[in-house]
């Protein structure tokens, strides 16, 4: 009985491997193109452009039939003399926002496309503090001339000393 | 009569390591905060009690693969009499539940190896340091045992044979990258426990960083290998010749990659200046934490991903409340303890502590960059605004500026001295290398590719100015004569030399394959021939044979170059009888300039057979880089400066006047 | 204070994240709405699958609530799914089908053995009309309103309890 329902699923498996492509083999397909440049432009949208139904792969890298078809269209698309950015919205148009790899800036996508530059910025700021607030201190230290540079380095020598050999006594007959 | 019974033993293991994990999460750290020596001295021996357990809980579903015990369901579900021993041993952690079990083993190594090497941390340090180990142990082992028991039985339907192990699977790279992979994701929780240790006990000085230091490089270094071979798996098992997708699964290893790699250099400040010490354990909390969250969205379902696993909610629900408890209690005992005091040194716009810092900030926005572009997806379904995706596209936008800021200064780093630089200087030593940086980044292509190409231009003018400047700074160190030549660069110098060559080689590797990859598809029959990129491909045989556990269609490709000897390709089409899955197994030629790579694809409707055929410049580089990087981590760790402590006698050492934590000598590392 | 209170950031930060991915573990990262929905119904011009002399528009759609099933003698599920077409159609609700990626001949043949639910099945060889309307698989189904817009779409295949707990009420939500 067992053996018979392992059977079972693995024939499903296998229909769903057929049937959406999710097993790894590459589409290899020959798509010829007279001009390079549209060749390059095929390349570049088949990768920028999502399945559908697959996993997590491009058009390009899928071997579902779904893909070919989008992959067939959009090198029809292209000979047709469409921009890259018509046959971006004629594939949005069918499978939704899914279907692009590279998310347009949108009301939705700002803050994806923002952080990381923002957060540059907030890093920026934290340096500049760091180093101006030290350039305050200096100032005031130069003024009273507490410690030159030489001997601030010397006492911190020796503090940090003095921690170690305090760890250390604390450390006497630490581990067994 | 005792073999039939293993299963069971290694379950009964496996419950009693979950108990001995318990006690020493709570044994010692209570002994800890009441300060009784018996108490704290409980971490070890639980500790490798629970080792011990594991290694058997391991080893006894190592012996159900070996012996074909298919009434283990796990067994059953992933292996095959027919499949080769070495694919039966690796089998094991080929699906959730061995993985996990992987996962936890290695744990309570990295365990058991600090209660070995840390024999002389304080003892207050030392229980905290298991104790909090043990609270992750717990953890995952309830999750084992609640969710995923690899020991569970098929009974008394006990299956003739075995369904095997994904084809995909059936390769080398299973044998090596997720024990790689693992070690550096689970050797994270050791520097993490550091971090919650010194928290817990007060003591947020420097000690804990230099303690913790080694044992983060290890782990980064385990880390960086298990991507890179993933990443080279990847690359040959896939059939398309790609190295990365930036899919999620591979964002998620990349995302405590990235945040160890900024914890390692934040480390190096802590120690040696005592500044950034909340920002250093806010680090450490998020390296672990991102490598929890990876394992989080790799065995949820979360995301659609090319190599999840198989899901299950409950499993799902499980993890992520153990990422919630586990990271939750970190960040708010760090917003508790966390020290307020501000550290008061100060630094230069100029100087090694401000580059350190910018390195921080850029390494921090990648990580951000990625998690965010693994995630944002899930937040907007979350929020009901339908669903995106977020690929290759947006990480290649921002990596590349975000990388190009990285390494300029990270040129620089290595050069500039602690608190203050003058700007003249640093102009003086690297105006050179900055020069021949931008004259070969701008020729070179132009000789190797025959045009101009802005992308290998800026690879080849990062990797150049950070190979230039550590040979400046080599060759001023030892030219001065102030260190006394070659010989007196430290290890861990050496160490920080190869892990910055090895970024220069992988970006190298990176930009000469991406842009001047040779890629194409095309049909052949037997007796006919090709040319590719100066290459003639001329199929010679097409035969059928049988291995092992599949069949295959073979295809014989003589491969000739004028003036050259010419050597023959076989890719195959391989059919797996038991899962009756089709796999692609590519013929590759590899060359550390140039791969050959050869994938047989579909038979056409006249017979022909079509082929992609692609030339991979300087491919390798990536993986070499990698290797390099791994290489300087693990340098640093052997410098003798991090095995005094344990090892040496103080008398060897007195001569030395200024104690490490000043940060007088030049090294970071 | 202050300063504590920022030490606080991440745990938030960090809270919130949990949430969401709490949220994210009760969705479906396959399931997804067509992008066609409130669109109307893509246009096109097929011949049926009887009469291959006889071609349809997408005026065919207007004037009365429809269920365009897509289906393939092909699609294994697409057998599983007749039964429930079948009560739809008793149920007076019309349907009309779409033969995708097929043969004439298999077509037939397949509602011949299972049932004809449809009023007339339009024959889509090349999967035209199927790719417009972004079917990634079949079984899909489209509840068109009697304007010709998009109201309802079900992927995969319409399980027994999908017949009265969302075909229907969906059917009924949008009569005029």
New interface residues.
Partial sequence: MAAMTRRLLSICLL?IVI??GTAAIAAIEVQDFEDPALMQRYEDLTTRLRC??CQNESIGASN???AA?MRE?VAALLRNGQSDRQIENAM???????ALYDPRLDARTWLLWGLPFGLLAIGAGVVAGFVLRRRRRDGRESASAVLDEHERRRLEALISRHDAGSHGRRNDGGAP | MLIRTLPELGHFALILALAMAVLQAIVPLWGAATRRPLWMAFAQPMAWGQFLFLVFAYLSLTASFALDDFSVAYVANNSNSLLPWYYKLSAVWGSHEGSVLLWVLILSGWSFAVSLFSQRLPRDMLARVLGVMGWISSGFLLFILLTSNPFERLLPDVPTDGADLNPLLQDFGLIVHPPMLYMGYVGFSVVFAFAMAALLGGRLDAAWTRWARPWTNVAWAFLTMGIALGSWWAYYELGWGGWWFWDPVENASLLPWLAGTALIHSLAVTEKRGTFK?WTV?LA??TF?LSLLGT?LVR?????SVHAFAND?SR??FI?AL??VT??LS??I??LR?P?VQSLAGFGWLSRDSLLLINNIVLVVMTVTVLLGT?Y???L??LGL??ISVGPPYFNALFVPLTALLCLFMGLGPLARWKRMPGRELARRLGGAAIVAMVVAAVLPLLYGGSFSLGVTLGLLLALWLALSLARDIVDKTRRGRLGGLKKLTLAYWGMVLGHLGLAVTIVGVAMVSHYNIERNVRLAPGQHVEVGGYQFAMTDFRERSGPNYTADTATIEVTRPGRASFTMQPEKRFYVASGMPMTDVALRPGLFSDLYVALGEKLDNGDWSLRIQLKPFVRWLWLGALMMAAGGILAVIDRRYRRVPRRSAAVRTHESIPPGAGARGDIS | MT??LL??I??LL??A??V????????D??A?????LARDFPAFNLTTLDDPNRTLDRSLLKGQVTLVNVWGEWC?TCKQEMPQLLALADRGVRLVGVDY?DTRENGRQFLDEFGDPFEVSLFDPE?TLG???????APESFLVDAEGVIRYHHTGYITPQDVEDVILPEVNKWQP
Avoid: C, E, M, W
Avoid at chain 2, 300 to 304: D, I, P, R
Avoid at chain 3, 131 to 137: A, I, K, M, P
């Fill in positions: 229909a049937l959406t559908p139904k579902s039939p779904i078809d269209r949005v148009s069918r499978f939704g926002d899914y | 909340n806010l909390i998020f934490s989080f949820s379902g979360v995301l659609s909610p799902g629900t992520l990422l919630g990271v939750g960040l708010a760090f917003a966390a307020r995630i997806p899930l937040l379904d979350a339908g669903k | 300063r504590r030490l606080l991440p745990l960090f809270a994240l949990v969401f991915l709490y949220r994210g573990l009760a969705k990262p396959a997804r709405d067509s992008a066609l294994p990626k999967g790719f417009d309307l972004g079917v990634y698989g």
